[in-house]
């Protein structure tokens, strides 16, 4: 048997990484917002360009997040404190990094 090392890219914005995920099933509950994720701190957010929002779908199956994106040029996200991040076509689960303190394992505050 052959083994092949593919690598898989992945994302990340600040604190929010895209992974590219296949479509899953469930029952899906639509995001119209575009909020990827907001800051406790500073109150900005990590979202879906305003011009971008038709090329793509965000929604939630359970506590997991996704990103669908359909428009062939991809997506950009945008945040007051990051580079802006530019997502080509594909599915990703969106996730928040966490850290590890003694008392809890948390998401990290923006």
Same mark, same amino acid.
């Given at each position: ?8 890219p #992945? ?12 479509a899953?099933?469930g ?11 907001? !800051?406790?701190?500073? !109150?900005?957010?990590?979202q879906?360009? #305003?011009?971008?929002?038709s090329?793509? !779908?965000l929604y939630?199956? !359970?506590?997991q997040m996704?990103?669908?994106v359909?428009e062939s ?7 007051e ?14 996730r ?9 394992i948390?998401?990290?505050?923006d």
């Amino acid at each position: 048997m052959r083994r092949t090392n593919k690598v898989v890219p #992945l994302y990340r914005q600040g604190d929010v990484y895209f992974i590219p995920a296949p479509a899953t099933s469930g029952q899906r509950k639509p995001n119209s917002s575009f909020v990827l994720a907001e !800051g406790e701190v500073t !109150g900005h957010k990590h979202q879906v360009a #305003l011009e971008d929002r038709s090329g793509c !779908g965000l929604y939630s199956i !359970g506590d997991q997040m996704f990103l669908s994106v359909t428009e062939s040029g991809g997506v950009r996200i945008h945040h007051e404190e990051h580079k802006e991040l530019t997502l080509p076509p594909g599915g990703y689960e969106v996730r928040i990094q966490r850290e590890y303190t003694p008392e809890e394992i948390r998401n990290v505050v923006d």
